[in-house]
T-cell receptor, first 115, second 112 residues
Framework: EAGVAQSPRYKIIEKRQSVAFWCNPI?????LYWYQQILGQGPKLLIQ????????DSQLPKDRFSAERLKGVDSTLKIQPAKLEDSAVYLC?????????????FGSGTRLTVV | QKEVEQDPGPLSVPEGAIVSLNCTYS??????FMWYRQYSRKGPELLMY????GNKEDGRFTAQVDKSSKYISLFIRDSQPSDSATYLC????????????FGQGTRLTINP
């Protein structure tokens, strides 16, 4: 089974620029998550999709962050404009069950540095 | 107060030692408990999950849950240098969205 694919692996941008991250979940996984992991901290959920609908985006800074999941498969997360405090690893994860928890499968993440 | 508290360490022990990693939580609605291992520059990978209070063993790893004290632990026996990683506890409620709430992570180093 192929894992969760993310790109790019690394990105360096200047503050106020925009950036986009891409995620391809495990085939057949209906639920997709974007987490933000700041250095030295645990991952924090930004947004959760069930197929192509949003289940939870309560911690997504909607003034600058947006995400979409077209056709219930791939997803993109965008930041516009970026701030210094957005420097973090952005992790995508997917899972196959909604009612029974077996944990997620995470991708390797995109490491964003805002200078 | 954070929902999940985890000592960030770092924790450094000699090879072969028994390691104890712990988390406390404040939300009594949490029912599923997990431990993830995260190697440097990699995403977290699920190590163990448990639902009920008590112990669950898998090889050298034992997960322990005490819901009455809102306390979970992960024990690693016969620790190996390959166990060096950051260990994250995570938990969620039963109903609703599958959002996992993570602890801060404990950075563990096993010295040969």
């Amino acid at each position: 089974e192929a894992g969760v694919a993310q790109s790019p692996r690394y990105k360096i941008i200047e503050k106020r620029q925009s950036v986009a991250f891409w995620c391809n979940p495990i085939s057949g996984h209906a639920t997709l998550y974007w987490y933000q992991q700041i250095l030295g901290q645990g991952p924090k959920l930004l947004i959760q999709f069930q197929n192509n609908g949003v289940v939870d985006d309560s911690q997504l800074p909607k003034d600058r962050f947006s995400a979409e999941r077209l056709k219930g498969v791939d997803s993109t997360l965008k930041i516009q404009p970026a701030k210094l405090e957005d420097s973090a690893v952005y992790l995508c994860a997917s899972s196959s069950f909604t009612g029974v928890v077996y944990g997620y499968t995470f991708g390797s993440g995109t490491r964003l540095t805002v200078v | 107060q954070k929902e999940v508290e985890q000592d960030p360490g770092p924790l450094s022990v000699p090879e072969g030692a028994i390691v104890s990693l712990n988390c406390t939580y404040s939300n009594s609605a949490f029912q599923y408990f997990m431990w993830y291992r995260q190697y440097s520059r990699k995403g977290p990978e699920l190590l163990m999950y448990t639902y009920s209070s008590g112990n669950k063993e898998d090889g050298r790893f034992t997960a322990q849950v005490d819901k009455s004290s809102k306390y979970i632990s992960l024990f690693i026996r016969d620790s190996q240098p390959s166990d060096s990683a950051t260990y994250l506890c995570a938990m969620r409620i039963i109903q609703g969205a599958q959002k996992l709430v993570f602890g801060q992570g404990t950075r563990l180093t096993i010295n040969p």
